[in-house]
């Protein structure tokens, strides 16, 4: 049997080197100031430069209804919506987000948005990992487009990976939200 | 006989009589098969406040990652850490030399292709987790660190083709274990013969053979795999993301001397799914196992995560190359199959090929064969489930035939639907001696199917209808017996709380997301006579009881039972409590809550227990069990004047033994059938697939939590879609190492890919579980996979017997490449 002798890396070096900026590697450069608005609450945070907004709000912040299904901007469950615009939170540095307002899945279901309610009666779901990936996409899809057509929504959702095959129990619950607002907003009692 | 020793007389019937058709159903069902109860689970997953073992942040934790192994076949001679150690935030590095670290381990199901022991220096995949594990202040540091341990490898000659494997002279792949070839076969379930194959050729019309080959897959389980590892002095406290949390708490029992059951705090929080894949692999344990000794060591909480890389390093049942012939009669009979499959690393028992044509044809001669081979990838495991391979075949004979004689293929179906061997004369017989009442599922499935479907307008001659959009139009058909019914033990207790009358349900379970949890509740429901509102499971905590797993796919058959038998006897212990004296005390007892009325005079509906000659007399159960919930047998409510009643607390526990389908000692006729149509349209200049509908017929027995059962429906068509032509794991021929570990270059269907999909249950009651029921999680996934073969030979009239069927080979069996 050959024997072939030599030192390698254990890792590949890209890889590697965006993997550790997303799980919040050693300090490398002093840490940052940062001002923002997450969830209709205002946070004066000192972030380390290459701490994700991921791993800020998943894992420093605590708040973990964001998941981490991919590690790298391939699956959309860690979608937030920032300054309107649903955004890869592990592809985002927190240290970008100063003076920035961002709207998790936890504050999307405290301001009672139908999407929770809808979701949930049509089984947009199974394992559920992916899902508020799915209800903050759809959510920044209702603020910009309040009456999507069902090829708006698939596109609107087109980035968001589920396993299970849940996919077209979106397109009926994203809708059926969206009619909800609709009526909320001749009622006069219309959500921001 | 007292009505308690009859109940349990009834149970153990159930219990050991599980060979025949339910023989005490109920009468009436008002939650069972309801479309619309909620999901149990609903609000907490869509407002992510469902907490998954990722979640997990304990102070003080440490995060673990390991060392993967750069080559497909190599062993470590040398491994410095010491650069890695200085790095800051790493507070320890275990290694695959520590003197702790057992050659040999418990590490779960399937430990036959890796070595069991939980850190290997050896690798025989690249990829594959071993040499070292890092625990740091964050999964960054440790991942860091990794980088910086340096080491000499021996690297050795690797297979990854399972022909040229199985080559008495190739290099062995698994020298450790296997250093007499490549070529294992457990010799249990890998071969199905009855009849005699060539006389069944000699009898035969015509006789075709054919090459399948499918490349590997993977189960992408959204949830990275991971764990926790907690020390509370000689306890450990453990959360686990893992489909068989109780079964992995019988290994961990074993490990370090032994744990004593009662000091191992299991949490099963919700799980990202798993499709059983890592769970089945043994260094999913062995990360557990790491842990523990690091936690114990740095007397911290210790999370160890694999990365969605490693999350790839693993394949499905069906990867191989499979050799096919097969006989028949020019009316479409088949007389004859032989099937060899040449079946890369299946670390799980394989399967023959023709497992299905045995179980769902009266084809008399069959002959098949699984070679196990092993190459330096992943192992092969059940993902979603372990029947793809019989399916593939079963879907590629069906239709080959049919498009060899011009017939339709449901034609050729239900010429030779029947099981073992036999006609559907036979099958009938075997239904009424089990008890079942006689219905030709086939037929059913494919006429609402069928009809769904609009199948007679949309079959054509293969290759010659063109659309409009100049794209080639296809329909495909397979069908094949819903297999899902497992051997397996199942325990649930069920509690009436206290205060306010509502029912606990109790098991801990593997929370995948199929809503089991709400099927559990609505059998609770129904036999207790409750509301469904009223009755509540979560499954994430270690009550002592636990459900049969594989929890998400085919446990229903089980579990079903224990949790119905569980209702009954405390249904009963209800009504004996409501018409007994209570608060049996030195002073004496109280009045029932119900005077002179019997058990049996009594019933409960919609969580109200009333008198059945006299409905006005009645109480709900809230109240019922309110008098009792008191600060204690009669504490400071007897001077007031009040009396109160007190009873024993009302609790019942089921538990059921299933012999079951996977049994081979005890093989049973399967009697439920599913029918699949799919329509395509493919580009012949681009050689793009476009599905643009799927109809699933499934005969589920009985339907308990309908919404369940579409969401595997339509949820197993996109998976079933995307493995059929999206799905392959790349390696590199030239290094061994894997192209495509990522969620870009590894495609799987997204929410653009979905077309309509119809859902049909129908409901025979021909299934070995509680009112009928066989499970079906597992079916779709499996089956569409195959179904799109038949559908894009309808299309472009040739057959592409590569899997998946990409662009690349459309284009090339049109000879345009």
Redesign the interface.
């Known amino acids: 049997?050959?024997?072939?002798?030599?030192?390698?890396?254990?890792?590949r070096?890209v890889?590697?080197a965006r993997?550790?900026?997303?799980?919040?590697?050693?300090p490398t450069r002093p840490r940052g100031g940062i001002r923002l608005t997450i969830n209709k609450s205002k946070y004066d945070l000192n972030v380390e430069p290459?701490w994700t907004l991921y791993y800020l709000i998943?894992?420093v912040l605590?708040?973990?209804?964001?998941?981490?299904?991919?590690?790298?901007g391939?699956?959309g469950?860690c979608t937030m919506i920032v300054d309107g615009k649903p955004v890869l939170s592990c592809m985002m540095l927190a240290i970008e987000c100063d003076g920035k307002t961002v709207e998790?899945?936890?504050g999307?279901?405290d301001e009672g948005h139908p999407?929770?309610?809808a979701?949930?009666?049509h089984?947009?779901?199974?394992?559920?990992?992916?899902?508020?990936g799915f209800?903050v996409t759809s959510k920044a899809l209702l603020d910009r487009n309040p009456d999507p057509t069902g090829e708006e929504v698939?596109?609107a959702?087109?980035?968001?990976?589920?396993?299970?095959?849940?996919?077209?129990?979106?397109?009926i619950a994203v809708k059926e939200a969206a009619a909800k607002l609709q009526v909320e907003k001749a009622a006069g009692r219309g959500q921001k | 006989m007292s009505k308690q020793s009859e109940i349990e007389t009834e149970r153990m019937v159930e219990m050991f009589d599980n060979l025949r058709a339910d023989k005490y159903p109920l009468k009436e069902f008002k939650c069972i098969g309801q479309k619309g109860p909620r999901r149990v689970d609903g609000l907490a997953k869509a407002s992510g406040q469902a907490d998954y073992t990722m979640d997990v942040q304990l102070p003080g934790m440490l995060h673990m990652r390991f060392l993967d192994s750069p080559y497909p076949h190599a062993k470590i001679l040398k491994m410095d850490t010491s650069k890695a150690e200085k790095l800051p935030g790493v507070t320890y590095i275990l290694r695959y030399d520590d003197p702790e670290l057992p050659e040999s381990e418990n590490l779960g199901f399937f430990t036959v292709f890796q070595n069991d022991k939980p850190l290997d220096g050896i690798a025989h995949f690249e990829g594959q987790p071993m040499g070292a594990a890092v625990a740091a202040d964050t999964e960054g540091i440790a991942e860091e660190a990794l980088s910086l341990i340096e080491i000499e490898w021996e690297e050795r000659p690797f297979n990854l083709d399972p022909i040229a494997a199985s080559d008495p002279n190739a290099p062995l792949s698994f020298p450790e274990r296997y250093m007499d070839g490549n070529h294992w076969n457990r010799g249990v379930l890998d071969e199905d013969i009855h009849g005699d194959v060539e006389k069944g050729f000699a009898e035969a019309d015509r006789v075709i053979e054919f090459k399948i080959t499918r490349a590997g897959h993977t189960w992408i389980a959204p949830e990275r795999p991971c764990g926790v590892w907690k020390w509370n002095g000689d306890c450990a406290e453990i959360w686990l993301k893992n489909q068989r949390g109780y079964v992995a708490k019988r290994y961990i029992k074993t490990w370090f001397g032994g744990i004593p059951m009662d000091k191992i705090e299991l949490h099963m929080p919700y799980q990202g799914a798993t499709f059983g894949g890592w769970t089945h692999t043994d260094w999913n344990l062995g990360g557990l196992y790491c842990a523990a000794v690091v936690s114990r060591r740095t007397k911290r909480p210790v999370k160890y995560v694999f990365t969605r890389r490693e999350d790839f390093y693993g394949s499905s049942m069906d990867e191989g190359i499979y050799f096919v012939k097969v006989g028949f009669k020019k009316d479409g009979k088949i007389t004859a199959v032989d099937g060899t499959v040449y079946h890369v690393n299946a670390i799980h028992p394989a399967y023959s090929p023709l497992r299905h044509l045995h179980e769902n044809t009266r084809i008399p001669h069959l002959k098949g064969q699984t070679k196990s081979i092993w190459v330096n990838k992943g192992p092969a495991v059940a993902i979603r489930c372990e029947m793809l391979m019989p399916v593939l075949v079963q879907t590629m004979v069906m239709n080959r035939v049919a498009a060899e004689l011009g017939m339709d293929p449901i034609e050729v179906a239900l010429k030779n639907d029947g099981g073992q061997g036999h006609d559907m004369d036979w099958l009938n017989e075997q239904k009424k001696e089990r008890g079942f009442e006689v219905r030709d599922s086939l037929k059913e499935c494919i006429e609402k199917g069928k009809a769904e479907f609009k199948w007679d307008k949309s079959w054509h001659e293969p290759g010659t209808r063109k659309l409009p959009n100049g794209r080639m139009h296809g329909v495909g058909f397979t069908w094949t017996h819903e297999w899902s019914d497992s051997a397996g033990t199942g325990e649930i207790a069920i509690r009436i709380e206290r205060n306010d009358g509502t029912a606990t349900v109790l098991g801990i379970r593997c929370d995948n997301g199929v809503d089991a949890e709400n099927s559990y509740c609505q059998i609770v429901a129904d036999e207790l006579g409750m509301r469904l509102e009223d009755v509540h499971y979560n499954p994430r905590f270690d009550p002592g009881f636990h459900t049969n797993s594989p929890d998400s796919a085919s446990s229903m058959s089980i579990n079903g039972w224990a949790v119905r038998h569980a209702a009954r006897i405390l249904k009963q212990k209800i009504l004996e409590s409501a018409t007994s004296p209570t608060a049996p005390t030195q002073r004496g007892s109280y009045q029932p809550a119900f005077r002179n009325t019997k058990p049996e005079d009594l019933d409960i509906t919609d969580s109200v227990i009333f008198v059945k000659s006299d409905p006005s007399r009645q109480m709900s159960l809230a109240d019922f069990v309110r008098r009792m919930g008191t600060q204690g047998p009669l504490a400071n409510l007897e001077f007031q004047g009040v009396r109160e009643a007190w009873t024993e607390p009302l609790f019942a526990y089921g538990y059921h033994v299933q012999l079951g389908d996977y049994n081979p000692n005890h093989p049973r006729e399967k009697f439920c059938r599913q029918a699949h149509f799919m329509e395509v349209e493919v580009d012949t200049e681009t050689g793009e697939i476009f599905i643009t509908r799927i109809v699933n017929a499934n005969d589920v027995g009985k339907v308990i939590n309908r919404m369940s059962c579409e969401g595997q429906q339509y949820g197993g068509s996109v998976m079933g879609m995307s493995r059929g032509k999206l799905e392959e794991v790349i390696h590199d021929p030239a290094t061994g190492i894997m192209l495509n570990g990522n969620l870009i270059d590894y495609k799987v269907a997204t929410i653009k890919d979905v077309c309509p999909i119809g859902t049909i249950l129908v409901e025979t009651g021909m299934g070995y579980g509680p009112y009928g029921v066989v499970g079906i999680g597992e079916d779709i996934a499996t089956l569409v996979p195959a179904l799109l073969a038949p559908a894009v030979y309808n299309a472009i009239g040739v057959w592409i017997d590569e899997f998946p069927i990409t662009p690349d080979r459309v284009l090339k069996a049109l000879g345009k490449i």
């Open positions: 049997m050959p024997l072939l002798r030599g030192r390698v890396r254990c890792r070096g890889e590697r993997f550790q900026d997303a799980q919040g590697a050693r290459n998943h894992d605590g708040l973990t209804g964001s998941k981490q299904f991919c590690d790298r391939e699956c469950s998790t899945v936890e999307i279901a999407l929770i309610e979701y949930a009666k089984h947009a779901m199974q394992c559920g990992y992916c899902t508020p209800v698939v596109e959702l087109a980035g968001n990976i589920c396993r299970c095959g849940t996919y077209p129990q979106h397109v």
